[in-house]
């Protein structure tokens, strides 16, 4: 069963196919993060997709990332940094920047605050500067290539 067809079925009416297809998810998350993470984007980039679609994909992604927002062990290393290397990270931020471009209110709405989770993530572990510096120069592109 595809990513799609899996967020399909946990908003099913049926409780056994919801508890199936969530059970589904955490086996793909335990699998491989970076996957997982990328197809909820990709979901809720997708301006073809279903608003109540888009919405559970960012919901899940923001209450992932509220999960890695958590120690790890008693050093000072998130679940963030030790799941995802850097490039990954950037890539994540990267395509929710795009999101707050997005046509439809729901995935910008989704966008800003799985991004603002992210920020608070780094600007505990210091590393606020570079989401800032990130997002001022994906924005500028932005406008760059979309000038009118």
Aim: without cysteine; charged residues 30%.
């Amino acid at each position: 069963m595809n990513f799609f067809d899996i967020l399909i079925n946990v908003q099913n009416q049926d409780a056994s196919i919801r508890r199936d297809a969530e059970k589904l998810l955490e086996i793909k998350e335990k699998e491989n993060i970076v996957f997982f993470f990328n197809n909820l984007i990709s979901i809720v980039s997708n301006e073809k997709e279903m608003p109540e679609l888009r919405r559970l994909a960012g919901l899940i992604l923001k209450n992932r990332i509220d999960n890695y927002k958590f120690y790890k062990n008693k050093t000072t290393d998130y679940k963030w940094y030790s799941l995802f290397i850097k490039d990954q990270r950037e890539h994540i931020k990267s395509k929710l920047i795009t999101i707050l471009f997005s046509v439809s209110p729901v995935a910008r709405r989704i966008s800003a605050q799985i991004f603002s989770k992210i920020a608070i993530l780094e600007i505990t572990e210091e590393q606020g500067y570079e989401i800032f510096s990130n997002f001022y120069n994906i924005i500028k592109e932005f406008r760059d290539i979309n000038v009118y």
